[in-house]
């Protein structure tokens, strides 16, 4: 009983970690986004924005 309740913890476990590895991956992506319309400077976080803009 204790081996079949360490296999379902250790696999819990497993999948955790691979949800972690895959949320990381998602925040460097947006890190890079981020950091290619942002900027800091002493007055604070400055975004630009770029590209067509258009109004309806």
Do not use: P
């Not at 081996?3 to 890079?32: F, P, S, W, Y």
């Not at 604070?44 to 924005?49: A, F, S």
């Amino acid at each position: 009983m204790n081996e079949e309740l360490l296999t379902r913890l250790v696999d819990a476990l497993e999948g955790i970690n691979n949800n972690l590895g895959e949320m990381k991956v998602t925040l460097d992506i947006m890190q890079r986004y981020i950091d290619g319309f942002a900027t800091v400077s002493r007055e604070g976080m400055r975004i630009g924005v770029t590209g067509d803009i258009t109004t309806y």
